[in-house]
């Protein structure tokens, strides 16, 4: 996250950071108690290995009470998701066993409702994202307040060109946004998490290129049918 501030300790008890070999690779948010929502792009580099899911953290290092590391059972990479473009870019996580929900532990819903987000609607995301142009990863969550912008404005030819689908919205990027890292976190507009963060073209922080997310209502059946399916 860039320009944002340290988020309040555990007052965002759904974000989960995904991690391989210890290490912090991408955002995400319980959907449900065995559940994890991400992003499919985020295993692109994982060579085929699982994800660890850290819940209930603020620090990725130091102890907390409510802290702990889960392994992943499986991993459904929206069929739709490709390493060409940013369509269906959702991944599923169930966990190796329900999660333990306490005061640092906690589902957030998200919208079934497939309507545009209004713009100029003021939503908040976070991560454990970079949060300088050198690539400085923060130990501590991050969050930042950032505005809708129309799905027109985004698609301007001097912005996203046309790319941005309805199964897609942005938010303004001058200065604060999203950055390496933060791909898969939510984006949460009155309590409700609407979209999840997606690298698009990977800029940071340039009003040119606004933070892209895949919105998650059109995909409310895919998620039902997974989670439906796979926990028999
Ligand atoms: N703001 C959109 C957005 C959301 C989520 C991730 C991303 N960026 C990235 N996702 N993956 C990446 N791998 C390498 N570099 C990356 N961006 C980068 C890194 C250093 C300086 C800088 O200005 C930009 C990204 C960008």
């Given at each position: 996250i860039l320009r944002g501030s340290v988020a309040r300790p555990?007052?965002?008890?759904?974000?989960?950071?995904?991690?391989?070999?210890?290490?912090?690779?991408c955002g995400g948010f319980l959907i449900a108690e065995q559940w994890v929502l991400s992003a499919a792009h985020c295993t692109e580099e994982t060579?085929?290995?699982l994800f660890q899911v850290l819940l209930g953290a603020h620090s990725l290092t130091e102890p907390e009470p409510h802290k702990r590391l889960y392994q992943?059972?499986?991993q459904f990479p929206h069929p739709g998701s490709n390493i060409h473009n940013n369509k269906d870019d959702l991944l599923l996580l169930q966990l190796e066993e329900k999660a333990e929900l306490n005061a640092d532990v906690r589902v957030?819903?998200?919208?079934?409702?497939?309507?545009d987000v209004a713009a100029d609607t003021v939503c908040e995301v976070a991560g454990w994202g970079t949060i300088d142009h050198s690539g400085t990863r923060p130990d501590k969550l991050h969050q930042v307040e950032r505005p809708v912008i129309s799905r027109d404005v985004c698609n301007h030819r001097t912005r996203h060109d046309g790319t941005i689908t309805?199964?897609?919205?942005?938010?303004?990027?001058?200065r604060?946004?999203?950055?390496?890292?933060d791909s898969g976190g939510p984006l949460v507009c009155d309590g409700v998490a609407e979209g999840v963060v997606t690298a698009g073209s990977r800029v940071c922080g340039n009003y040119k290129k606004?933070?892209?997310?895949?919105?998650i209502a059109p995909y409310a059946a895919w998620i039902d049918g997974v989670m439906a399916s796979a926990d028999g």
């Open positions: 555990h007052l965002k008890p759904y974000m989960a950071s995904l991690q391989l070999d210890g290490q912090h690779v060579d085929g290995k992943v059972r499986a957030l819903p998200f919208q079934r409702e497939d309507r309805q199964n897609m919205m942005c938010t303004d990027s001058r604060k946004d999203t950055c390496k890292g606004p933070a892209i997310y895949t919105r």
